[in-house]
């Protein structure tokens, strides 16, 4: 059901509540459902899923960044909206905002994540269009988009619900998009290995220039 159904809230949350987590992705937003099903994804998208993953917790620990990251939690704004990214991230005085054991976050009692990260190989023109808006609501400081399919990066910073393009990550200072495709395009012909220590010498020399 990879498209947008009008549904009430209660529906939804009853619909989502009685189906298995683990095997769908939900969303609601303006008074529609969004359900994907995670078991026809393949290898390409769980290959640049993990190593986006990767790739940010090896530049901010290298930073010395303090960083919090989730692998398809679930955000909820009760009664209106609710998403779930393939990965997000807080980072810096949010890295410890959420309690460890908390399920369903919620964001009218903790902060929005300050970056989501939507990895898309079949859900491309829904990622630019309504997940986009979905998540100018919600208050997110980021919003990055893997095409996995042209090994290329969208990152927007999102202000006054509202978003623009960026080149350059303003959550991660000094984070250049373009380090990042040139690291996904060079996963295609290499394992993750040995891209993450061509990417560590990029992170590195870029470290030394600001120093």
Known sequence: METWIPISWE???????????????????????????????????????GFVIGAVTLFTSLRGLDIDGHDNCTYRKTGC?????DVSFYVGENAEAVPWEATIIDVDRYPAPDVVIEVAYSSLTDDHGEKRLLYESFGVKEYWIIDVQNASIWTFAVADRGSRRIEQSIVLPNLEI??????????????????????????????????
């Open 11 to 49: 529906e939804f949350v009853k619909l989502t509540k009685d189906s298995a987590r683990e095997k769908i992705k939900a969303y609601y937003y303006n008074g529609c459902m969004r359900l994907e099903d995670m078991a026809v994804l393949g290898s390409p998208h769980s290959r640049d899923h």
């Open 81 to 85: 909206a609710e998403v779930q990214p």
């Open 178 to 211: 373009a380090v990042l495709e040139e690291a996904f395009r060079r996963s295609r012909e290499m394992n993750h290995g040995k891209v993450s220590a061509w990417l560590m010498s990029q992170f590195q020399s870029a470290m030394n220039e600001y120093l």
